[in-house]
């Protein structure tokens, strides 16, 4: 059986403030900074998962600014 590589891309999306970035870089880097200071743009991190003796995961943490996620409605 051979190497099963698989990628996932996550977005982490939600009003600003609430904790996406420190929730990114706790699970990516096992880091924690207590100083806010707001995302601008998208900041990238990957976390690779050995899932099994096979299975490689791959995530690419997408940590997006927070951005207000307006619906428009047709009237
Ligand atoms: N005490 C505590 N502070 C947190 C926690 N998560 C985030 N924060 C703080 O809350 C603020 C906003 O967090 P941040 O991850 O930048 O939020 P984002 O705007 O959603 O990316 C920062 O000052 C963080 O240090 C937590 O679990 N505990
Ligand atoms: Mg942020």
């Known amino acids: 059986m051979g190497q099963r ?6 977005l ?9 970035t420190s929730l990114v870089q706790r699970y990516a880097n096992d880091s924690f900074n207590r100083h806010y200071k707001s995302t601008v743009g998208v900041d990238f991190a990957l976390k690779v998962v050995q ?3 096979s299975e490689t995961v791959r995530l690419q943490l997408w ?11 047709k009237s």
């Not at 982490?12 to 996406?20: F, I, R, S």
């Not at 940590?63 to 409605?73: S, T």
């Open 12 to 20: 982490v999306v939600g009003d600003a403030t609430v904790g996406k």
């Open 63 to 73: 940590d997006i600014a927070e951005v207000p996620l307006k619906i428009k409605q």
């Open 51 to 53: 899932w099994s003796e």
């Open 5 to 10: 590589d698989r990628m996932f891309k996550v």
